[in-house]
DNA sequence: AGGTTTTATGTATATTAGACGTAAAATAAT
DNA sequence: ATTATTTTACGTCTAATATACATAAAACCT
């Protein structure tokens, strides 16, 4: 007779102001109470892996996500849980933190968001986790555009400049990028708006999705280069 | 209590004459006896997932692979598997069927590559596991040397061709695509062999992995595009 | 009014992708 | 044995794309 439990776990990024954030919670109960961990828990017996996840999410941050990815099934460590084998399969979500209000619920001491650089020693492997989901959001960065979710609806172009330039770690042209990124025609443009501070005017952009899609289904292929 | 199981399934390709293969079983115990599905089992409560579908690929079909990928989890549909609730950890394999020599073996009643255009109607969803690895290997030949796998050792230029034009389901030009692979440095070049049937004899080639891997290191970027 | 900052747009050049031409080395046909 | 046919090997020209770089416009600051 089998005797291995089932958990999720989810390593959701943040962007604000030229730096990522991770998402995590102070764990309230179980070997581990009192340490920053990733949000997540064990799945229920009659419960999809993708609900699993979301509810583990509210129930824990009160933070609500439609769309998360997989990430990873980790489960080669026998020990990485010290309760017993437990593999944990892991999801990839992404939001602009501002649009969600952020409050430890019934089963988190704490929730808060971190800077990747300044993150607490994470309990259980984590860590590791939260490498894989990094690795994964610098390469999907580059073929998937999914920096539109860690943006806010409306956004400058250098603020979408700020954000790519954080999370490839490299500096590139601002006016290359932008020729690049307009061409693809996803983008609609809003017109001129004042910006706090000193500089001309810039326009907001709004990521069409549904023109992303359309665009999808001709054989376009989105694709980002950081020489 | 969670009353979950977990299991591994592996889904291995093979090529030959511009045909791509699935491994398949034919299974002996359970619900699913005398259905041909894909080789897998339950994971041992002391074992890594990566050791589980090593195992049972040995067990079931006489087939040891060094190196399997995770491909995805499968868990959302509950009634996957008729016995109860059992999520699914499937793998990728690739490999070139002259290798191996394929066997049913303790744990199974027969073994054998399909053409993947000529499949039997597969037991469980593992015929939604088959087009999930399907797809992850018609999206990773764009951006990763795996082709070597499924050749031999060495080999002509056009078999290699041949492949690419198997998997992608495009043709491309044999000049440009020659061009290509060869710019990219990590081939070695055998010298001219005598070919069987008509034509010029041609030069058989080899992967040079370490060659690979110091370009990887160098920022080197695999690429391949089939408009 | 002149300097600074940020945005908007454009152009010239270098690099790469794609289309295509032809010769060489083997077998097959007459 | 000479000529076609098949397959490979190698090269060239052109179009498309990426990269580097120039300049003007619109705001704020002094």
Same sequence: chains 1, 2.
Wanted: aromatic share 14%; with cysteine.
């Amino acid at each position: 007779m089998q005797d291995i439990k089932v958990a999720v776990d989810a390593v959701v990024f943040g962007y604000k102001e030229e730096t990522l954030f991770l998402l995590c919670i102070k764990q309230k109960f179980g070997p581990m109470a009192d340490s920053w961990v990733l949000p997540g828990g064990l799945v229920q017996d009659d419960e999809p892996l993708k609900d699993a996840v979301k509810r583990e999410l509210r129930e824990e941050t009160n933070v609500e996500l439609e769309y998360m990815d997989q990430l990873y099934t980790f489960g080669d460590d026998i020990k990485r849980d010290p309760r017993g084998r437990v593999i944990a399969v892991a999801y990839l979500g992404l939001v602009d933190p501002k649009r969600l209000e952020l409050k430890a619920d019934t089963d988190a001491l704490d929730a808060q968001w971190f800077p990747i650089d300044a993150l607490p020693s994470l309990g259980y492997d984590h860590e590791l986790i939260f490498e894989k989901g990094l690795e994964r959001l610098r390469a999907k960065i580059h073929y998937e555009p999914i920096g539109f979710d860690l943006l806010e609806e409306e956004f400058f172009f250098s603020e979408m400049e700020g954000l790519y330039r954080t999370i490839t770690g490299r500096a590139f042209d601002r006016r290359n990028f932008r020729k690049k990124i307009l061409s693809f025609g996803f983008l609609e443009d809003l017109g001129t708006f004042r910006r706090e501070g000193m500089g001309r005017p810039a326009n907001k952009f709004r990521f069409i999705e549904d023109k992303y899609n359309e665009l999808l289904a001709e054989g376009f292929h989105f694709e980002l280069k950081f020489a």
